[in-house]
């Protein structure tokens, strides 16, 4: 019988896949500038979510993971500025996985090790 933290491991896992999935969709469909946005702020999401089931991360691997979300949150609002004129409906479909994604990091931020 597996333990739990096996069984939370293959959880990060399965999360961590499923970005690299997000990742390849908003590579290789041919959508829309702005929902090849959203499927990157989503794959991003995803892979933390995805790390928070490891025990330990490294406080360079935290910053790396901190600036790519400073980059996609620009990346996103640039998208919304450019692509649309209404800009409450757009901003509001990246805010949710953008404020997850705070609290993901910031949860993570607790399971640094030097």
Same mark, same amino acid.
């Given at each position: 019988?597996?333990?739990?933290?096996?069984?939370?491991?293959?959880?990060?896992?399965?999360?961590?896949? =499923?970005?690299?999935?997000?990742?390849?969709?908003?590579?290789?469909?041919?959508?829309?500038?702005?929902?090849?946005? &959203?499927? &990157?702020?989503?794959?991003?999401? #995803?892979?933390?979510?995805?790390?928070?089931?490891?025990?330990?991360?490294?406080?360079?691997?935290?910053?790396?993971? =901190?600036?790519?979300?400073?980059?996609?949150?620009?990346?996103?609002?640039?998208?919304?500025?450019?692509?649309?004129?209404?800009?409450?409906?757009?901003? #509001?479909?990246?805010?949710?996985?953008?404020?997850?994604?705070?609290?993901?990091?910031?949860? =993570?931020?607790?399971?640094?090790?030097?």
């Amino acid at each position: 019988m597996k333990s739990i933290k096996d069984t939370q491991r293959w959880y990060g896992y399965f999360f961590i896949a =499923l970005s690299v999935v997000a990742l390849l969709l908003a590579a290789i469909t041919g959508v829309a500038l702005f929902q090849r946005a &959203l499927l &990157l702020t989503t794959a991003l999401t #995803l892979l933390v979510y995805g790390l928070t089931y490891e025990a330990r991360i490294t406080r360079d691997w935290w910053r790396v993971l =901190l600036a790519v979300s400073a980059v996609v949150l620009i990346l996103d609002v640039g998208v919304t500025f450019a692509t649309t004129t209404a800009l409450v409906t757009p901003l #509001l479909s990246f805010l949710l996985p953008l404020v997850f994604l705070a609290v993901l990091l910031g949860y =993570l931020r607790r399971y640094i090790s030097r």
